[in-house]
């Protein structure tokens, strides 16, 4: 078997969703080739048809799908013709898939260790204790410090790294020639993330397994893949080896995806942070501050009889804003980040300590106006997808305000167009809309009531790259317009250098450095903002001067 | 596992406490009813001596919390004292026992034939999504659902006793007379109590069936190459079974508190038809404890589904 074999061969696939008369094409005349050893990248934003192409490989695409015409050959054999009994031993076996959603992903009612002990069951014979031998090597394998506890554990018990962990060991564990990983790391935290495309990057070399990673985001791609593909709208837009690809990129397209991904390096090795530089702010008042701040969640007590307990979050956070700036709060999951922003909006009451709003304690009502609003992470669960979006919109001022029905109107149509929509987005539910847009509507809900102050709970994470961009640039241009004071939270921290005057980080409840962006970015503390940072970079495929 | 222990033990103290404020409530319920105790047992031409007398001997005179004291005692013995509308000769417990036997044989009947029923027809009818037998089955429980018990009742006694002479209408055997007659003829009421119900949780089987294939750890089971049908019984149905397992309590405790059409209708010595008449004739002994004994299945069910919960789904343990 040479280096050079083509594992699996994929030539002018189409696939496409019926819908009434029309075929809504997903996949559209799609070629590319898989060689055996390589890790090929699959780069696009949502809806470019990246995850239908990996599951028609696998044969598991949605009952609705269709596939126009094409082939898929693996090792010269046909997949699409192939019987289902003949596809089905291939795979698990031979190719095999790591999945968007890990917690989806897993049966929630079995422990992890029965689920990827099943997939060695289906395609190996081995006795009971050899099967539970090889499980338990297999999560060690992906790095799993304590693969007996966990193979006991139950998917919801493990946190996201070590499900996504465990997916790969199960991924791995019939020893497939052929991973196709879709979008692995998407939901973890940088520090996670770096760690799970090293371990990708060690199986492929260890057992010269064929991995086809699919991700929207560039950075993953060009610091994990030998060979990439661009893909939009089910068509491959560009192809080749990932240096040269994304360093002399030959498509508007890949040019503009290279432009929008954020950077904290430029490609010299120097540093090129574009913190905001709006340095008014400095000037003005004190307009929100916390004081020792504590924030509990409170246990239910089991049974008729169980006492109440709660468990800190926050520990004696101080955090002071001034007017017009935008401090970031960054943290992994579990760092309290959303905790505290439900604590300063007031959706959490069970706090102690001084939240202040332009000096005033913020208890009881207050003044209406002054409290902070929210924009939160998933604009598709947080909008009622009942009510249209000029209802929702106007809603904020029925309940807050006392302007009159035509004032209402007249107040959401300046507000829909500031946000870069038009007035016929009034007349839609939110399902009619893209995420983006949905966002924009959501910033839209936010800023209606004219706060001074707005939390921006992940505001653009569940986004594309292009679009984040986009978002990103509004609520700049909303900011410098209206002196609005953002408090930013994100895990993310290339989105956070782009758009914050100054970041806190939180660690486990704790603030352990609040400082300038560019302070903070040169000059780090603590150790903990030093990893966050290093895995930031090492994910890009810089290492640290 | 420890935790899990503790957590078991203190389901139980709260069972036991919601039993017991079920006591107290079914007691008192009775108290606040207007009318005279004495006077209903002993009927309107009992002299005041007799009445007075009589107030005396069942204790009618002491404070409530005594006569409640007194009460509960005989009711955790299983003693309610005697029913008036059998002139004070007949023990409640006894009334209630042998009723209590023809609705607990039903009962059981009936759940057995939906569980046994259902299950493969929910199954079948899943699997076969959007083809003929998919919608046949379909077309029959709609039917089926919309069919009330007692009227299902009257026609298969007419099919079945009438017609066909298999069993002869109205003609109730008790089990200590002859077992199998009696099962012969009790599995048809059965039958009528759990038609409408089968229906109804074929149907709630097939969507919770449905909507756990279309979810995600069913693609991964696909994709690690198991077939069809193994991820239909080591995944999907436990998983399915969590929404139906509710309803099955909801079942078990409406035909254990008593189905009285039914009854009626094939002429059962059944616990509902007991509640009707007493309620008519007043007869409060027997009210109360069939009342307490309702609310009583009604809590215990609920307790062993929340077992059942957390031994089926892991999320719901705590540790």
């Known amino acids: ?545 | 596992m420890q935790m899990g222990m503790k957590g078991t033990v203190k389901k139980i103290i709260s069972l036991l406490m919601s039993l017991f404020l079920t006591s107290i409530l079914t007691f008192t319920a009775f108290q606040v009813i207007p009318g005279d105790s004495a006077l209903i047992a002993l009927g309107m031409d009992a002299t005041e001596e007799q009445l007075e007398e009589y107030r005396e001997e069942m204790g009618l005179n002491k404070s409530l919390p005594m006569r409640f004291a007194r009460w509960l005692k005989g009711a955790l013995k299983g003693d309610f004292g005697y029913s008036s509308q059998y002139q004070m000769q007949m023990k409640v417990s006894t009334l209630i026992g042998d009723r209590l036997t023809v609705t607990l044989w039903l009962a059981a009947l009936s759940f057995c034939i939906i569980v046994l029923v259902s299950f493969p027809l929910g199954i079948l009818n899943a699997r076969n999504r959007s083809g003929t037998l998919d919608s046949l089955i379909t077309l029959v429980t709609h039917f089926f659902m919309a069919v009330p018990p007692f009227f299902l009742g009257m026609i298969i006694t007419l099919l079945f006793g009438i017609i066909l002479k298999w069993f002869t209408p109205g003609n109730y055997v008790s089990p200590e007379e002859d077992f199998q007659r009696f099962l012969r003829f009790m599995i048809f009421p059965a039958i009528a109590v759990a038609v409408p119900k089968i229906a109804m949780l074929v149907k709630l089987l097939r969507s919770s069936l449905l909507r756990e294939m279309g979810l995600d750890y069913v693609r991964t089971a696909k994709g690690k190459g198991m077939t069809d049908t193994s991820i239909l019984y080591r995944h999907i149905l436990k998983n399915a079974l969590i929404p139906v397992i509710t309803f099955l309590a909801m079942i078990l405790a409406d035909i254990l508190a008593g189905t009285i059409l039914v009854e009626q209708v094939f002429n059962l010595p059944g616990l509902g038809r007991l509640l009707v008449s007493s309620i008519a004739n007043r007869d409060y002994a027997v009210v109360q404890a069939i009342v307490l004994y309702i609310a009583s299945v009604v809590i215990v069910i609920n307790f062993l589904v929340d077992l059942l919960y957390q031994w089926i789904d892991p999320r719901l343990r705590k540790d």
Not at chain 1, 2 to 31: A, M, N, Q, W, Y
Not at chain 1, 127 to 146: D, F, M, P, S
Not at chain 1, 202 to 218: A, F, Q, R
Not at chain 1, 302 to 309: E, F, H, Q, T
């Open chain 1, 1 to 545: 078997m040479g280096k050079d074999e083509t594992l699996l061969c994929i030539e002018d696939l189409t696939i496409g969703f019926p819908t009434g008369k029309c075929v809504k094409r997903v996949v559209d005349h799609i070629s590319l080739e898989v060689k055996k050893g390589e890790i090929l990248g699959i780069l696009g934003e949502s809806g470019s048809g990246k995850t239908i192409t990996a599951l028609a490989v696998m044969g598991l695409l949605p009952a609705a799908a269709r596939i126009l015409r094409g082939r898929i050959q693996y090792r010269g054999r046909d997949l699409l013709t192939l019987e289902e009994g003949e596809r089905r031993r291939l795979r698990g076996a031979e190719i095999s898939m790591v999945y968007q959603d890990p917690m989806a992903s897993f049966n929630p009612l079995l422990t992890v260790g029965a689920q990827v002990e099943e997939m060695l069951r289906l395609h190996a014979k081995h006795t009971q204790e050899e099967y539970r031998a090889l499980t338990l090597k297999a999560l060690k394998e992906v790095g799993l410090t304590e693969p007996l506890e966990v193979y006991h554990r139950y998917p919801h018990q493990l946190s996201g790294g070590m499900r996504q962990r465990a997916m790969l060991a199960m991924a791995i564990i019939a020893g497939p020639k052929l991973v196709l990983a879709d979008e692995p790391t998407t939901a973890l935290d940088v520090t996670t993330q770096g760690k799970i495309l090293q371990l990708l990057r060690e199986l492929n070399e260890k057992y010269g397994m064929s991995i086809v990673l699919i991700s929207h985001d560039l950075r993953v791609i060009q610091n994990t893949c030998h060979r990439a593909i661009v893909m939009k709208d089910g068509r491959i837009v560009e192809a080749g080896m990932t240096q040269e690809l994304f360093a002399r990129p030959q498509t508007k397209y890949t040019r503009q995806l290279v432009a929008a991904a954020p950077r904290l390096f430029s490609d010299g090795g120097g540093l090129r942070v574009t913190c905001a530089k709006n340095t008014s702010y400095k000037e003005q008042r004190e307009i929100f501050t916390i004081q020792n701040l504590n924030v509990f969640y409170p246990e239910k007590g089991s049974g008729l009889l169980g006492k109440k307990r709660r468990k800190q979050v926050i520990k004696n956070a101080n955090i002071s804003v001034l007017q017009g700036e935008t401090l970031g709060i960054v943290g992994e999951s579990g760092s309290g980040k959303s905790t505290l922003a439900k604590a300063i909006v007031g959706l959490n009451r069970e706090i102690e300590g001084v939240i202040k709003f332009n000096d005033v304690a913020a208890k009881g009502k207050g003044e209406l106006a002054a409290r902070p609003q929210m924009v939160f992470q998933d604009p598709f669960g947080s909008l009622n997808p009942t009510k249209k979006i000029g209802w929702l919109l106007e809603e904020p001022l029925k309940l807050q305000t006392n302007l009159s029905k035509k004032e209402r109107i007249a107040r959401v149509r300046e507000m829909i167009r500031q946000v870069g929509l038009t007035y016929e987005f009034l007349e839609r539910y939110p399902s009619q809309l893209s995420g983006g847009q949905r966002q924009r509507a959501a910033i839209a809900a936010a800023l209606i009531v004219n706060p001074k102050l707005v939390i921006l709970d992940e505001p653009v994470s569940s986004l594309d790259v292009t679009i984040q961009a986009q978002i990103l640039r509004l609520l700049k241009e909303l900011q410098d317009k209206y002196s609005l004071t953002y408090l930013f939270i994100s895990h993310d921290l290339n989105v956070v250098f782009q758009i914050c005057n100054r970041v806190c980080v939180l660690y486990r409840g704790e603030i352990i450095e609040i400082k300038e962006a560019q302070e903070l970015l040169y000059r780090p503390q603590h150790e903990y903002t030093k990893e966050l940072l290093e895995s930031a970079m090492v994910k890009m495929g810089n290492r640290l001067p």
